[in-house]
């Protein structure tokens, strides 16, 4: 088998004339050949409109849709009936706040999301809070960019009713202490939505396990294409819910004044399908499951280490969140002293390497750090031990590129 690397055809190409170092992997992740294959493979062989015809090409097309469903199933430990596909985790997101969140809270409920939670997750929730009368309640981390035991008792009461919280900040790399906060919703009869797009790729996600009532990823950030995302969610509230959109293949009758809907999953499935999407969405899982967790983990883990311990030696660099290695999922967000991070972004860029420098889309976190935006190298399976020691040595040159001489 190829090292893991050259299984990823774009990272051949150079970037300004330099190896490319791609360290923007929780914006996006690059694709491998079996993933590029089973969607080129789905439009040259197998393109139709799944559940729509009886001839042989749209049975395969059905067959290769569904068996993604199998597929997404098994990959987070749950029915195929509990899993929808959706273009990403914000319209799975935003699919959970209309149909349950519109649905189900009334004034005097209460919300509660983190300060830290990406755009997605938290702009649905203020829409939900305004037109419900609902109140939207935060969680504050501490230092080290965890949300605490003592956080949660004061925050979670018997108003609370929905929790929606992020497995892995896109911003800070640090897991949420989801058992202990499901923990405290049944107490009190809330939901909890998991916004899984940080974590996806770099744990397993069992959402039996965690015992959540919803979970949303995008398939993107664990190297299968865009357009494609999944949403979770337990069988017993999905049936309880209304459609999110209407029209297409989500209807089990139409006439001319009323209509009924499918089953559950397909009531939340109007139109045509992103069927090569999710063909490639299913060779990502199996590609994810072939390398297996363990290997991923130690290898990610030994690259932060290397990350964390290279950026703490420079003085000029100040970390957000934990500098511990061990709690941090495949994320660094930093500062260089009197460099604006699109500077630093750019500099960087100038030597082959890709970071995201801007407010991440957590603004209401940028706000508690008390920065305007920051710097964000994220990693994947993909990068080396030479990629981090490159990123390290250009960052040194920083300062110095902006006058500062050291």
């Avoid at 797009?197 to 190297?223: C, E, I, N, T």
């Avoid at 008390?370 to 990123?391: K, L, M």
């Amino acid at each position: 088998m190829k090292p893991i690397r050259d299984q990823f055809p774009i990272l051949a190409v150079p970037e300004n004339g330099k190896r490319l170092i791609y360290l923007d992997n929780a914006a996006t992740s690059f694709k491998p050949l079996s993933v590029l294959k089973a969607v080129d493979d789905y439009y040259r062989m197998d393109n139709a409109n799944p559940h729509r015809g009886v001839y042989t090409l749209g049975v395969r097309s059905t067959d290769i849709h569904e068996n993604a469903r199998q597929t997404a199933a098994r990959f987070v430990n749950a029915g195929p009936e509990e899993i929808i596909f959706t273009q990403n985790a914000t319209e799975a997101l935003n699919l959970i706040a209309y149909s349950y969140g519109m649905e189900f809270l009334k004034a005097g409920d209460e919300i509660l999301i983190s300060v830290a939670e990406h755009h997605s997750n938290l702009v649905p929730w203020q829409r939900v809070a305004k037109l419900t009368g609902s109140k939207l309640v935060y969680l504050y981390p501490g230092p080290d960019g965890r949300i605490t035991e003592e956080e949660l008792d004061q925050k979670i009461n018997p108003r609370t009713r929905l929790i929606a919280i992020a497995h892995v900040s896109n911003v800070l790399g640090t897991e949420a202490p989801v058992k202990s906060i499901v923990r405290r919703a049944r107490l009190c009869g809330a939901a909890v939505v998991l916004d899984c797009a940080q974590s996806v790729s770099h744990m397993p996600l069992d959402v039996k396990d965690l015992g959540v009532d919803f979970a949303a990823f995008s398939g993107h950030k664990m190297y299968a294409p865009m357009g494609i995302g999944v949403l979770y969610g337990k069988k017993e509230l999905l049936e309880k819910m209304p459609p999110f959109l209407s029209g297409g293949d989500m209807i089990a009758s139409v006439h001319e004044q009323t209509a009924s809907y499918a089953e559950v999953p397909r009531r939340f499935e109007a139109g045509t399908r992103n069927v090569g999407g999710e063909a490639g969405l299913a060779a990502a899982m199996e590609y994810i499951t072939s390398i297996g967790w363990e290997t991923i983990r130690n290898h990610e883990h030994a690259l932060m280490d290397q990350a964390l311990k290279g950026l703490n030696a420079l003085p000029y660099v100040t970390i957000y969140g934990s500098t511990d290695s061990r709690d941090r999922f495949g994320v660094i967000s930093f500062n260089v002293e009197g460099v604006h991070p699109h500077d630093t972004a750019t500099i960087l860029d100038s030597e082959g390497i890709a970071v995201r420098a801007g407010h991440h889309c957590a603004q209401p976190l940028m706000e508690y750090l008390g920065i305007g935006s920051c710097v964000r190298a994220s990693i994947a399976i993909y990068n080396t031990e030479e990629d981090i020691s490159v990123f390290l040595n250009s960052l040194k040159q920083v300062r110095r590129w902006m006058g500062y001489g050291a």
